[in-house]
C-alpha cells in the first residue's frame, strides 16, 4: 500500500462547472476525513466517514458539496456550480480508531 | 481567537541552528499532532502525542497537558526541513469523528 491517494492533483475549471476529486484511502483505514485549505491558512474540517456511513458535515459543506464513499472504500467529493471562493486545496486523510491520520497528496482546486 | 495558536508564523534560520516552533491550544484534547507540509500541498504526520516527550531522527516534540502548550524541535537544521509545520489537535469532546482542528502553521526557511 502506497499511502492516501488522491485524484486529480490539479484541477483547472471554469465558474459554474461541476468538479469531481477522488480519494483512494490506505486499505485497512475505516475512517476517511474531507479537509479543505485555504492559502495561508490551516486545513478545515469538511466531513468524516466511518466505513461507508457519512457521519459529521461541517457547516462549511453547503449544498454545493456532497461528498459518498461507496462500499466505505474510495470516496469522492463532488461540487456543483463552482464558485471563485472554491478554490483551495483539499485534503483527503485516512486513519483507524486510535492511530494518526495519514495524509494524501491534495487536489488543488482553482475556478477561474 | 482561534483553538489553536502557532509561533512564530515565520522562522528564518541558518543551517545548523537549534529550531524551536511552539503551539498552544484552548480547548481540551486527547491528542496532538505535529505536521509538515511542502510546496506542492502533501502533508506528513511527524508526530502523535498526548503527553510527554517524542523523538525522531533531529525532531523531538514535547507536550504539556497543564498548560496546554507544545513545541516541535529540530536539531541541527537542513535546507531540507524548510517546510510548513502544522499543529493540530484532537478535541476531547469531539465524539466519534477525531477530526482534527489546524493551526495556521508556521513556515519555516532554513538557509544553507
Known amino acids: 500500500d502506497t499511502g492516501v491517494s488522491q485524484n486529480p492533483r490539479h484541477k483547472i475549471t471554469k465558474r459554474g462547472q461541476n468538479v469531481t476529486f477522488r480519494c483512494d484511502p490506505i486499505s485497512e483505514h475505516n475512517r476517511l476525513y474531507w479537509y479543505r485549505q485555504t492559502l495561508g491558512q490551516g486545513p478545515e474540517f469538511l466531513t468524516y466517514?466511518?466505513?461507508?456511513?457519512?457521519?459529521?458535515k461541517s457547516r462549511l459543506l453547503s449544498d454545493r458539496f456532497s461528498a459518498e464513499r461507496p462500499k466505505g472504500s474510495f470516496s469522492t467529493l463532488e461540487i456543483q456550480r463552482t464558485e471563485q471562493g472554491d478554490s483551495a486545496m483539499y485534503l483527503c486523510a485516512s486513519s483507524t480508531l486510535n492511530t494518526e491520520a495519514f495524509f494524501g497528496q491534495g487536489t488543488r482546486l482553482t475556478v477561474v | 481567537k482561534n483553538e489553536v495558536e502557532q509561533s512564530p508564523q515565520n522562522l528564518t534560520a541558518q543551517e545548523g541552528e537549534f529550531i524551536t516552533i511552539n503551539c498552544s491550544y484552548s480547548v481540551g484534547i486527547s491528542a496532538l499532532h505535529w505536521l509538515q507540509q511542502h510546496p506542492g500541498g502533501g502533508i506528513v504526520s511527524l508526530f502523535m502525542?498526548?503527553?510527554g516527550k517524542k523523538k525522531h531522527g533531529r525532531l523531538i516534540a514535547t507536550i504539556n497537558i497543564q498548560e496546554k502548550h507544545s513545541s516541535l524541535h529540530i536539531t541541527a537544521s537542513h535546507p531540507r526541513d524548510s517546510a510548513v509545520y502544522i499543529c493540530a489537535v484532537r478535541l476531547l469532546s469531539g465524539g466519534a469523528t477525531n477530526k482534527l482542528i489546524f493551526g495556521t502553521g508556521t513556515l519555516l526557511a532554513v538557509q544553507p
Open positions: 502525542l498526548s503527553s
Open positions: 466517514f466511518q466505513n461507508e456511513a457519512q457521519l459529521e
